[in-house]
Structures are given as C-alpha cells and as structure tokens.
C-alpha cells in the first residue's frame, strides 16, 4: 500500500470521525415549553427509501405538508417537525427514536407496523403519544399500548365492513381473503373468520407470498373453494397483480380492497382490471368530492403540487398530523406540552373532524381506536368514486 | 498479525501471549480507557447506536468463525438471532427465567439449532450451501411467525426488564456496561478460540478440506463444532437484542439483517476476529453518520427531496471503494496503517 493511500485513508478517518464528534455535540435537549407562543417539537419515522416507499413518501409528504400550513397559519403553538427516513428497517427506527428522544420531541408520528411494533415499549416508557398508518387492532386498547392512537378504521373493522357488504350483496357468499403474509396481513383474518361465521358467509385465508409474480395457484384454490369475493389486505403493487389475474383466467370474483390496496396506485397498476373493484376505504381518494379535501387541495396548488398526483396517502398523512396538532393545541391551552398532557387532549377531545374525508375521529380513555366505520368506493371509469355512505363496523 | 522485528519468546507463556510488545499493550489500555469513558462522551443518541453496535459485534464475530475462519458460507445469520431473541425472550416473558439464565439458554439452543441446519455443510460447499442455509433462515421465521402457541406468531413478544441481582439494567447507560463486557469477552474468547487446536482444524477445513482430512482433521465433527460454536455467538446477540429493546418483533430478522451480517464481515475483514468488529462498528455507524452529516447540509434545500436516495447512493459507494481498493477489509486496512506507523518517520 502506498503512503498516498494512507494518507487519504487517514484524512477520511479524520473526517468521519469530526463529523461524529460534531454529530454528537448537536443534540439538543430541551422539551415542549407552554402557552401559545411556545414551539412544540414532534418526530417523524418514515419510510422514503424502502419497501414501502412509494406509498411511504406521499405520507409523509401528507404530513409534512399539513405542519408547514399549520405554521403559516400561527393558530396555535408552532409546530417542529424533525423527521428521518427509516427505509423500513426495524433496526434503524428503533436508532432513529432514540435520537428523536434524545432531540426532545413529545409526540411521534410512525408509518408501519414493524416500527409501531418495536417501539411501543419505548413510547410507553417514555410517555410519547405515537401515531402511524398501522391500524392493527392489538394497538387499540390503552391498557396495553397507553400512547399508541390508531387513528383510522382498525384492519379488523375493515374486515367487517367488507364483509357486512358483500352479506348484502350476496347472502351466504364464498369468500377468499387474500393477504400479505406478515403481521399486518395476518391482522385482520381472526376476524374476518369470525365475522364471517356469524354472517353464515364461507371464509378462507390465503397467504400472498412477498416473491410471486402471479397469484394464479392461489386463485385455483379459491376457485375449488367457490369464492364469489375476494377481500384484500395487501399493498397496491401485489393486489393490482391478482387483479389482473383474475382478469385473465376470467374467474367470476368482485374483488374488495381494504385500506392499502385501495388507493390511486392500484388503479394505475390494475388498469383495466380495477374496473368494479370496491374499497373499504378508510380516507377518501382525491377524486371524490370532500370539504375536507380543499385544504390540502389548496396547500399542495399553491406550492406548486397537486393532490391528484399525490392521492391518497398524502390526504391520510395530513389528516393524521391536523389530529395530533389538535391535540397539541388543546393541551397547549391547558399550560406545558407533554407527552401525557397531548395523550389526555386526545382522550378528552370531542370526535375530530376532517370535513367528510373520513369518518369523525375519536379517542376515549378506553379506546384508542379512533374511527369506528369507513365509506366504500368503488372503480369507476379508471377511479375510486363514493359507493355507499359511513358503514360501521358493529 | 506481523510480529514486531526482535521479539524473542524465552518461555511458553511469553509465546502465547496475546500481546507481545509495550506498544501493544499501551494500546490496550488506550482501548480499555476509551471502552470506559466512551458512554460519557457521546450523546444519548450514539450510545443507543454504541449498544446496536457492541451487539453487532457478537453477531458478527459468530459469521466471522464460520464463514471466515471455517469457509461455510451461511445466509441463515437472520433466522439464527430470532432463535436466540425468541428463545431468551419467551423465557422471560412466560416462564420467568432470570437474567442471565434466558440468555444462557437461548446460546444453547442456538447452537444446537445452527448446528442442525449445518448438517447440509457435509455434503454441500459455496452456493450450494448458501442456498440451504437461505432455507433455514425461511423456515425458521415461518416457524416464529405461524407457532402461535408458542411464539404468539405475527404479534410482538414485549420482554420484561432484565433486573442482575436485584440491579434494574434500563436504558442505553445501563445497557452499555453489559453489551460492552459480553462484546470483549466474545472478542476474547473468539480470538483465543481460533489459536486452539480447534480453530486451526477450521481453518484447515476452509484451505482445503480434503487436505485437512488426510492429516487427521474429522471434517464431520469439526464443520459440525463450527456452526455450534458460530450459532452459540450469533444467539448471544439475538438474546442481548430482545432483552435490550423489551420486545422482539420477526421484522427484526428478515432476509436483510443475514445480508448485512454478511456485508459487515467481508468489509471488515474475512477470518479476522477485529475485521468483525471494524465492520459491524462500519455497518452501523456510518449510515448514521451519512444522516447527521445530511441533516447538517439543510442549507442545500434543493437536495432533500433526495437525500434519502443520496445516503444509500454515498453508503453503497463507499463500501465498492473500500472492496476495490483493500479487498481483504478494514482489518487489512488498519494493519497496513500500523506497519506504516511502526517504521515512521524512517520509511
């Protein structure tokens, strides 16, 4: 090896390290203060770089989006927002958390359920309210996860929706129920199952392996099992793909998508396909009408975006950040920002709500589980339109 | 490593010594102090990548003896550190076992499990071992997540505090003392390990098996002992990461994290006990580092849209500049550092 390259080695070496020593210098410790003029700083773990990007980024964007126009607009404590990219790795957010701990925030917003799953020790722990898209309904009850708040229609009640439908549409029904084989997928199939039984409809699990690139084998089976319906809990990308499968062997089953597979994407993927595909849809597309839907709307044209590009996801992240900001301005009101002091805003709040975009959201001391009913949509000349009005689950 | 110029050994024990010169151990102490003061230095945040760091080591030390120093390449390293995390994690949680007897266990049946999965290295080398040890990692998280029984299955399994007579270890500071101590002990007993008679029978086995055979080295029991000794390492550091974080989640163990293991000990330093260290600490750190420093260039507005991409762009880059220009690692690349130091300013 040449002096040079020792020389350069040790130069990077030198380099790394005053970085981290700068790094480590710059972390700042202090917490939310009180009154309305105090700045309240929040994290945010995102996914914009992994598996789970291409519908991770418009959240986060959502959310982004919604505390820049929150701050512009000065009606309450202002808002900082520190947010990291965890490229969907477990490993990394539990890393990113403690530094948004270490930065003193006192409210988190999430994304998936690994990291909702790794960190909701932690947040209890520490006593920081936590928001993410996972809406498993093992995270809804306060005596076990106190700070978690699913803010949409748990999976569980998705399941339910779709299934008191397709009762209505077809008593006594075959249904395939089509997933992801990971917790999220998994989450709502113990209640599908049950559901299903008390409604006399036939119900079968099937597991979408992450690798295939067809769903056909599957899709024998649940032809052998008479399936007339198939629900979906899965992401776009996958579930456009057994859309398009059923379309090509021409099987004769309505496809129902729960929450991550109705989305823009899935229509764009689907093509064709999509056509009559029904969505238990817990935020409502950007193609529907909605007052709720103007203000961000409104923010994106102005900075020179648009929400039909964005879609769905950006209308969920922005709709997750105005409920946590109006339990940060509520506990604001009440004198210092805390962790507990936003939970308990939460708890005590009246239903929140987002302007028909979904149903009212709302928290009690018993119930993390914020909205309890969801509206369908269905495809209709290449997008989601308004199918049915509220459902509830119960 | 090279030996110092006129270093004599008079008696056995100066010959199997670690440390041979005053240099040396200077230098040990150096790391010893540091070791000491570290915690207090760095910010909470970096303690808490420290800790992921320290436990890394453990992990990678495991790979490190059986695909450096034994030549059996594994992808199962994901799977392994789930027997370990689950193992130690639902004797804590179910059964109530006390610290440190969960993590007893859980290196125990680690190594009794990697040693069943390496039954294949018998008959199987390279790829193809590499493919059946890719299906141990399959099965094995298909077991954690559908043995609802006995996992709880998809759902995460939170773990009760671990207490050490009576003292509560919580949060990153408590932490650190023990991942640091399990971390040099494991160091220790790796780079002993490897002057034992054992460890030169690994390291015959992966210069050239049939060669090692015919001078009296049984192939079955050594190959077998390698993977029992790796997958007793590797269920160390699944142990230490369900007991640190309080919760085990499958995601923690998937495809990626045997990829990384992988990543860190061949930029590290294949066969090196401190190449494992240098690339679990490089893994690690330097994505992190990539973050602070992008987090500090918020002036460049225009970039941050992109800087997620840019970091992974910067990371992967690095990683192919250090291969192509010191293919043998980081361990290589420090040792050439202190053969250059030995002879300055005289060179």
Redesign the interface.
């Known amino acids: ?1 040449s ?1 040079k ?2 020389r350069t ?2 130069a990077a070496a030198a380099i ?1 390290l005053a ?2 020593i ?6 700042d410790t202090s917490s939310g203060g009180s009154g309305s003029d105090q700045t309240v700083k929040v994290g945010g773990i995102f996914d ?2 992994g598996a789970t ?1 291409d519908v991770g980024t418009p959240y986060a964007d959502g959310i982004k989006g919604f505390v820049k126009d929150y701050d512009r607009q000065g009606d309450g404590p202002k808002i900082e927002l520190t947010s ?2 965890y ?1 969907y ?4 957010a ?2 990113l958390y ?2 948004l ?2 930065d003193g925030v006192v409210a988190i917003q999430g994304w998936g ?2 990291d909702t ?2 960190l ?3 947040i209890t ?1 520490d006593r920081l309210p936590f928001m993410s898209a996972s809406y498993a309904e ?1 995270l809804t009850k306060p005596s076990d996860t106190p700070f978690n708040f699913v803010v949409a229609t748990s999976y569980s009640d998705q399941m339910r929706i779709a299934l008191k439908w397709i009762d209505e549409q077809s008593s006594g029904a075959q249904v395939a129920s089509f997933h992801h084989d ?2 999220f997928g ?2 709502p199939q113990k209640a599908g199952a049950q559901t299903a039984k008390q409604l006399h409809l036939g119900f079968q699990s099937y597991a979408m392996p992450a690798e295939a690139t067809d769903y056909v084998p599957q899709l024998r089976r649940a032809q052998s099992q008479g399936a007339k319906f198939v629900v979906i809990q899965n992401v776009a990308t996958p579930a456009a793909q057994l859309a398009k499968n059923i379309a090509e062997q021409k099987l004769d089953m309505k496809v129902v998508c729960l929450n991550w597979c109705g989305d823009e994407l899935f229509v764009d993927l689907a093509g064709k396909a999509a056509a009559g595909t029904v969505g238990v849809m817990p935020w409502a597309p950007a193609s529907v009408k909605a007052d709720g839907l103007a203000q961000p709307r409104t923010y994106l044209s102005k900075s020179g975006g648009s929400l039909d590009k964005q879609g769905l996801h950006y209308v969920q992240g922005w709709y997750t950040m105005a409920l946590m900001a109006e339990g940060i301005k509520r506990a604001a009101g009440k004198g210092k920002v805390t962790g507990e002091s936003i939970k308990q805003a939460l708890e005590q709040m009246d239903a929140f709500d987002t302007g028909g975009v979904s149903a009212p959201v709302d928290f009690t001391a018993t119930s993390h589980a914020g909205m309890k009913g969801s509206k369908l949509y269905v495809v209709k000349d290449g997008k989601w339109s308004a199918l049915t009005k509220l459902e509830n689950a119960s | 490593m090279a030996a110092a110029t006129g270093i004599h050994h008079t008696t056995y024990g100066a010959d199997l010594a670690l440390r041979h010169t005053r240099a040396e151990h200077a230098r040990l102490a150096l790391m010893l102090v540091a070791l000491v003061a570290l915690p207090f230095l760095v910010s909470p945040y970096w303690l808490t990548i420290v800790n992921q760091i320290g436990i890394a080591v453990i992990g990678a030390i495991g790979l490190n003896i059986l695909v450096g120093f034994t030549g059996q390449i594994s992808l199962g390293q994901g799977g392994f550190l789930a027997v370990g995390a689950y193992t130690s994690g639902l004797l804590a949680a179910r059964s109530g076992f006390p610290f440190p007897l969960d993590m007893a266990a859980a290196v125990l049946v680690t190594a009794v499990i990697g040693t069943l999965f390496g039954l294949p290295a018998l008959r199987l080398k390279g790829l193809y071992l590499a493919i059946a040890t890719l299906a141990s990692q399959q099965i094995i998280l298909w077991v954690v997540t559908h043995w609802d029984a006995v996992t709880g299955g998809t759902s995460a399994l939170v773990v009760p505090p671990a207490v050490l007579l009576g003292w509560q270890i919580n949060g990153d500071m408590s932490w650190y003392w023990v991942i640091a101590a399990l971390a040099t002990l494991a160091t220790l007993a790796a780079t002993n390990l490897m002057r034992t008679g054992m460890g030169r029978a690994f390291v015959a086995i992966r210069d050239h098996d049939v060669a090692a055979e015919v001078i009296g080295v049984d192939p079955f029991r050594y190959k077998m002992l390698a993977f029992f000794v790796a997958s007793a390492f590797v269920g160390l550091a699944g142990a230490l990461t369900a007991r640190y974080n309080l919760i085990v989640t499958w995601e923690r163990f998937t495809f990626d994290v045997s990829i990384l293991y992988l990543a860190m000990i061949i930029v590290g330093g294949l066969g090196s006990i401190s190449g494992a260290i240098y690339g679990a600490a490089f893994m690690i750190a330097v994505p992190a580092w990539i973050e602070d420093l992008s987090r500090n260039l918020s002036g460049l507005a225009f970039l941050q849209p992109d800087m997620p991409a840019i970091q992974q762009l910067i990371f992967g880059a690095t990683i192919v500049l250090f291969l192509v220009f010191e293919p043998r690692g980081l361990a290589r690349v420090w040792q050439r550092v202190q053969e250059y130091f030995r002879l300055w300013p005289f060179r």
């Open positions: 090896m002096s390259w020792i080695t040790a790394v970085g981290s700068t790094a480590c210098g710059s972390d914009l770089s990007a990291e990219d490229k790795d477990v490993a990394v539990e890393r403690s530094r701990k270490s359920t690994g799953e790794a909701r020790v932690k722990a093992t990971s917790p998994e989450s």
